[in-house]
């Protein structure tokens, strides 16, 4: 592949010389020329979120990086688990041992009744086993996979890694940083230590760090190089397409204790982008802004366009795409939106049922990388849009038509 591409970048110097550094790329997917495919909690599609089963399988479906969420336990290790509260997600609730740890506490203002990781130490969380929290997802694997810390995720990554001969890396999100912070177990600090110790602390090691919240990625970024990533959420898609706000989705929860007005929106404004490029180095925004989609309204509601007795994405069609990628690489940052899914009822009518479509859209749309829950299809739709690219370099060559790349 090298050698191709040293042959064309001879061929093309004279005349296309922007073209050249995305051939030279190639062989280096997380330098942003290349998207890379990261494991969302590991390969959720298939098995339970955030266990070491799923890391294992994204891996060995391809991804470059898998995604931790971290929450701290009561003795403060940080464990994979997408929330504070495990109700969803394990079968803590049916332990009997535990049954008086049942208790309320408020999220990001919300109260929320359920099993708190803060509440039990590591020794009681390895005790509980994780579950499948998506009804439409295989529930066969329940009750089989402890839930991990994040010392365990990096063992397993790294191994994985000696093993296949390439570089996988770690995606670790902060999950509710202030709420972690008002139990006093911070996540911040104790995330660097375990890093630290990994020899993993420095720039160009196999990491990214992600938050929604803005305070915490600032203090982070005083005390490390590596590259960190906001996150940018919504509380969901109106009909025309525009992103709707609404609490505790609407903005960063450290806005909301700062008493800062505005929305999740406003980070990507191009005064809001040019904030966040001080301290961060990439985004991860929800998908629809990047391309939305609308809805056909009947009676001022979505209606059931395919005909299948359910509103949702795959009665959806498609909107332009907005230019937020084209803003962000114009700062340096690097686009990594969330999160794609094969499920029919997720994909919008005009991809016609076809994950690889979805992929190829964003993948032409310049995204760094993308967050999939079936990091399979991710990574087939990655080997088609490559060739694709080669296509085009062949056409290139041969005719002169040497547009529309797609990638920076
Ligand atoms: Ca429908």
């Known amino acids: ?32 020329r290349a998207p890379i495919v990261i494991g969302h909690r590991g390969a959720a599609g298939y098995l339970p979120d955030h266990t070491l089963a799923s890391y294992a399988l994204a891996i060995e479906l391809g991804a470059d990086y898998v995604e931790p969420d971290l929450v701290a336990t009561k003795d403060g ?11 969803a997600t394990t079968n803590v609730a049916s332990l009997p041992q535990f049954a008086a740890r049942r208790t309320t506490k408020m999220v990001d203002g919300v109260p929320e009744q359920g099993f708190f990781a803060s509440d ?63 139990l006093g ?20 090691a196999p990491v990214f760090i992600q938050s929604f919240e803005t305070a915490n990625l ?24 525009q992103l709707t706000y609404a609490a505790p989705f609407d903005k960063p929860y450290d806005w909301v204790v700062a008493g800062r007005a505005g929305t999740f929106g406003d980070l990507l404004t191009p005064a809001g982008l040019a904030e966040v490029s001080r301290y961060a180095d990439g985004i991860g925004p929800w ?48 686009v990594h939106p969330y999160t ?12 016609a049922g076809t994950p690889a479509r979805e992929y190829l859209d964003f993948y032409q749309l310049g995204v760094d990388g993308l967050f999939s829950d079936f990091t399979d299809d991710a990574v087939a739709a990655r080997a088609m849009f490559l060739l694709k690219t ?7 060559l041969i005719d002169g038509h040497c547009e529309g790349r797609g990638r920076r």
Not at 78 to 85: K, S, T
Not at 191 to 196: A, E, I, P
Not at 218 to 239: F, H, I, S, W
Not at 390 to 396: F, L, M, T
């Open 185 to 204: 177990l911070a996540l911040e600090d104790r995330l660097l230590r375990v890093l630290t110790r990994a020899g993993w602390n420095h720039r160009g």
């Open 287 to 334: 998908k629809p802004y990047i391309r939305s989609s609308a809805c056909t309204l009947v009676n001022g509601t979505c209606a059931d366009v395919n005909g299948d007795g359910l509103v949702n994405d795959a009665d959806r069609t498609l909107l332009p795409p907005g230019d937020l990628v084209q803003r962000a690489h114009a700062l340096g940052l690097v």
């Open 77 to 87: 290790h940080l464990i994979a688990r997408h929330e504070p509260n495990m109700i």
């Open 340 to 351: 794609f899914r094969s499920e029919q009822r997720r994909l919008v009518k005009d991809y």
């Open 120 to 182: 039990f130490t590591l020794a009681e969380i390895k005790q509980i086993r994780a579950v499948q929290p998506l009804a439409e997802r295989d529930p066969d694997f329940n009750g089989r996979f402890e839930i991990p810390t994040l010392e365990e995720v990096i063992e397993l990554v790294k191994r994985k890694s000696a093993e296949k001969g390439r570089r996988i890396g770690i995606y670790p999100e902060t999950k509710h940083p202030t709420f972690h912070q008002g």
């Open 390 to 396: 080669d296509a085009d370099y062949e056409r290139c």
């Open 218 to 241: 600032r203090y982070l970024r005083a005390r490390t190089e590596l590259p960190l990533v906001q996150l940018v959420d919504a509380d969901g898609v109106a009909p025309d397409g």
């Open 1 to 32: 592949m090298k050698e191709r591409c040293f042959l064309r970048a001879v061929a093309l110097t004279l005349t296309l010389a922007t073209v050249l550094p995305a051939c030279a790329h190639r062989d280096r997917p997380d330098t942003g």
